[in-house]
């Protein structure tokens, strides 16, 4: 009696934990390879804002309602402040926040819409970051946005949307970073 007893608890305890899914995904995008853009270090005020109008990352729909969000482990803008710091260092820029040239990561929008149906899921991520610079009295801004499809059988599982999205934001990253027209703003 003891071992069904024990069995029936154990097995109670391991099928709530595989019935829970995470709450938050994780942001972890990879830093982009920069080509050097000087010879000589510049200085660079580097921050960030997100203008994004939810806080979620991601939204499951099920038959045309969202069933629920997911939450980002750590605010979008504090991880590409992260990725842009070191990128921009490997370029050849020094981060000096009393610098004259100031550089703005922007985040407009970054959002995955997860669509569950009975044969599978498709999962859409549309990421569009603002660049928006200033040296002396002279502006640079410029718009980057990126999207991805993913599909798969079943429903989807927070690890492959997660790789989804950071190769996203990795691949935006780069772009940005390795822009010819803004290293050009930065170098002036």
Do not use: W
């Not at 482990?73 to 921009?88: C, D, G, H, K, W």
């Not at 929008?109 to 603002?130: C, I, K, R, S, Y």
């Amino acid at each position: 009696m003891r071992l069904l007893f024990a069995f029936v608890i154990v097995s109670a305890l391991l099928s709530g934990c595989a019935t829970s899914s995470p709450k938050t995904l994780v942001l972890s995008p990879e830093i982009p390879a920069a080509s050097a853009q000087t010879l000589s270090p510049i200085n660079v005020a580097l921050k960030s804002k997100d203008l994004r109008s939810s806080g979620y990352v991601a939204r499951f729909i099920k038959e045309d309602k969202v069933s629920s969000v997911v939450n980002p482990a750590e605010s979008p803008r504090i991880t590409l402040e992260r990725v842009f710091n070191q990128a921009l260092t490997r370029a050849g820029y020094q981060i000096d926040p009393a610098s004259g040239r100031d550089l703005i990561i922007v985040v407009d929008q970054l959002v995955t819409d997860v669509d569950e149906g009975m044969l599978g899921f498709e999962a859409n991520t549309h990421l569009m970051l603002t660049v928006n610079a200033s040296n002396q009295n002279r502006t640079f801004s410029k718009r980057y946005s990126a999207t991805s499809r993913l599909k798969g059988p079943f429903k989807a599982d927070f690890a492959s949307l997660e790789l989804d999205i950071n190769k996203l934001l990795t691949q935006l990253s780069g772009q940005i970073i390795n822009d010819p027209e803004l290293n050009q703003f930065l170098q002036q």
